[in-house]
């Protein structure tokens, strides 16, 4: 069974910055394709980026050329640096094995 850990929330002010970290069991980590979503209250999950086992990266409007999603194999962790933080951003962000498991979610506030 894979599992997925989260860790790095908490809380910034407007325009700081936060590193979100996964680590991943599984000897397969390197092709898998991971993920991170995010969830503000009274709102939908949504995806806000994505990488391949290639490298290759989506992101979602929202968060383009502020966030940056990376992994780093030998570790099975999958990251996603935030800078430029905004209030909007606040939600609970999400690890994700994309059609297979999620983390258990880590708390992200931004103040004013």
């Known amino acids: 069974q894979v599992r997925l850990v989260e860790s790095g929330g908490g809380l910034v002010q407007a325009g700081g910055s936060l590193r979100l970290s996964c680590e991943v069991s599984g000897s397969l980590f390197k092709i898998w394709i991971m993920a991170w979503h995010r969830q503000a209250p009274g709102k939908p999950r949504e995806s806000i980026a994505t990488i391949t086992s290639s490298g290759s990266t989506n992101y979602a409007d929202s968060v383009k050329g502020r966030f940056t999603i990376s992994r780093d194999n030998a570790k099975n962790t999958v990251y996603l640096q935030m800078n430029s933080l905004k209030p909007e951003d606040t939600a609970v962000y999400y690890c994700?094995?994309?059609?297979?498991?999620w983390g258990q979610g880590t708390q992200v506030t931004v103040s004013s």
């Open positions: 994700n094995l994309v059609q297979t498991a």
